[in-house]
């Protein structure tokens, strides 16, 4: 056999014909198939992901007539007074966005994890209701609330809602949740032994809260500070609806391009809008691999004690905090069925059946839906298998990184900016997957590209969970690879299989920002249904909209619930342990 | 002597380097058929680097594996012939037992009652007839080892790899393990590796132990020869209880230690080297019957008695010499001798009983 490495080859001086040699092992079939689905996974990553983000760059650097400009586009925004200003508008809503949401979720994920208070799965489920809506729907709600026609207008005196005060209450409302999730998690892993041991010592409470819970929960306050202030950064429905004359990077983005149709400018506001995103993303990628160290498997979780006092005032701030959230769904629902605001407040469903319906917009409601299971089918098994072969298969070992590193960048990209980056790759008429333009199959991918990183890291905590070795025996049994993956992989993942596709259905049902710049006549989709009708001033229609939307979010993820203890009951038998 | 059989597996100056870490330097071994071979080492020797290159789950950056005649170096793990348990057992979780064991069965087109009696076969053959229908989860330790051998052994491998099987096991349920793996190895007559930091399994269970260090072999013997004729003070230290001490050469048949003189056995590395070490085992001094006539005997003091059950271990002191010195001595000498700490004792080291390395060997 030639290929075999000589065994008068000395080792340590694998030296021939000057170069180092290493063997390696020969292919088997399987093999072949495991690395044909990797490098496919990596170029759909490079076409669907990359090009598009390279293409910004070029566009940034190109006049209108398609010529390498420099910098000219940059230094014109920035001698833009008016697009220069939307920097610091989005800086510093943002931080104050982040300033107010913290505290807030601190407070309530505080109350869940630490006191003894009733109902608390109830309180935590109203309190992540945020999730199911288009972050628009607060925007609308504040305007039926606080708006010109509003309910509580005349509390605000002579002030306004719409700018900067509604931009700020309604991305409180819709970040909320998410830093409530990373909260909780990160309160719950805190070490019981560290409280015996400070109780033992004879600790006061607020010294054990500053010296322990808070320094324990510091890593999950950053990584929530970074979600939140990049969230309120690249949200694009909140200031479209409720921001009038305020303008910020997101909604200049959209101006530029689809309203002035200033390629070049937009770019450049993409770039900008990457630069803190991107930051943000690094830092969080610090703070994970900080806080896996955090908890050993020998901690002991802490379970809270009776205190009466301190359990009755966390209550009442979660009753509160629960009341304010279903105060600002429950508008929406309430204006969604009001035959005529302000004038008429009789209960109809005339939004839905003239403002949808006979309009001919809801066929953008079956678009959303139609949209949202491709996502949830096709999005997850495209997530699930590339993780799987990327985590448990072997060779390829230069092209493996690259895989892994685009799979968790589509976290530090905003929609809009993965949106323009979309348009400006596909539009172009040379590129052969031009044909996608405006299909529905553009904005399936797009949107799972969008939230592939959570999705992605989802499946890869399942499948660290699983024997590293069982490909291993698989092979020496000589099974090949996929059948010990749909015999044993699939059916112990199928937990977070299933939660990888109830998180893509959902967002793919309430994403605005990365299909507004993608959608045709005929795959427009709800949520971009809700920001025309809202522009056309047909508010009651687009709080219809948006009222489906949760409907449908609610009752997918009910079935998802449904399903999982379905499940978890069917398979109890080989995971009690 | 009879004509040995041609060896079933050959590793030949197989090497490997982790980036600038070599695990492995330039090992050549072979096993003969039916063989059990123990890897023994302490962690981080590299053995189970080695098992895994005969796996084909890494690949050595030199060198050359010939199995049943068949040059396997390159071959991918499913083109070789092994079975594998692995020290997690890798027990599929959400399969029976009876499906675990059947797993390689299946691809083989084996027809379906055909597959049904071999697995129930092969339960029997471990021991766990009943198990079938059951889901890992809910066996012990002991009774997941037992699946995994018997679904690694369920297609009739030629070789089986064991990677520490035993170590997650609490220590009775190991010590009956060792013996069952053995008797089973042996009915079976399968060729068998088995890796493993403990000494005691390697010496009660294989015909051959290799003894490894820092990626390198540092002997290759029966259990006997191991334990008795040490090649290297690593291995002397290494397997069993031992005395490892410092000594200077004073002539062919005579060595210092700290400021004592001692007869011992004209040896090779007294020749090449005036620094020494002398190694004897703790049982192999003698604590009774030892008077003033006695050759290489030494006045000492016990320090310390320790209680090990059948045997006791002294620690003794003896002047002129700076480390303690280790003695066994069963449960009846010792309450014959009534030995306590403080008391003085004359001890003696027979010469045949030393073995002498060149102290640079260490």
Redesign the interface.
Known sequence: ?T???P?S????S?QLFGRV????????G??RVAHALLVAAGLALAVFLLAPLAMILVKSAQDRAGEFAGLANFVAYFRTPALARSIWNSAWVSALVTALTIPLAFTFAYALTRSCMGYKALLRNVALVPILAPSLLAAISFIFWFGNQGLLKPLLGEGQIYGAPGIVISLVFATFPHALMILVTALSLTDARLYEAADALGTGRARRFWTITLPGAKYGLISAAMVVFTYSLSDFGIPKVIGGGFNMLATDIFKLVIGQQDFAKGAVVAIILLAPVGVTWLVDGWVQRRQSALLSARSVPYVPRRSKGFDRAMAAYCWLMAALMLAVLGMAVYASFVRLWPYDFTLSLGHYRMGLVEAGIFPSYLNSVTMALWCASLGTVFVFVTAYVLEKTRGLDAWRPFVRLAAVLPMGVPGMVLGLGYIFFFVENSNPLHALYGSMAILVVCTTVHYYTTSHLTALTALKQL?N??E?????????FW??FA??TV??CLPAILEISRYLFVNAMTTVSAVMFLYSPDTVVASVAIVNLDEAGDIGAAAAMATLIVATSALVCALYHVLQVWLDRR?Q????? | MPATPPDFLVLEHVAKAFGSFVALKDVSLSVRPGELVCFLGPSGCGKTTLLRIIAGLEVQSAGRLVQAGRDISLLPPMDRDYGIVFQSYALFPNLTVADNVAYGLVNRRVARAERRARVAELLALVGLPDAGPKFPAQLSGGEQQRVAIARAIATSPGLMLLDEPLSALDARVRVRLRGEIRGLQQRLGITTILVTHDQEEALSMADRIVVMNHGAIEQIGTPLEIYRDPATPFVADFVGKTNLLPARRVDETTILVGERRFACDADAAMAAAVALQVFFRPEDVLVRGVDDATPNGVAGTVDKVEFLGAQSRLTLRVEGIPQALFADLSVNDLSALRLGPGDALRIAIPAERMRIFAASAA
């Open positions: 056999m290929d075999t490495v065994s080859l000395a080792p340590g694998p040699y290493l063997p390696r092992l020969r292919l088997h399987s093999d024997d070795e069982f291993a025996v698989s092979a020496s049994l000589r099974v090949a059948r010990t015999k044993v059916p112990v398979t038998a080989w995971r009690r342990s």
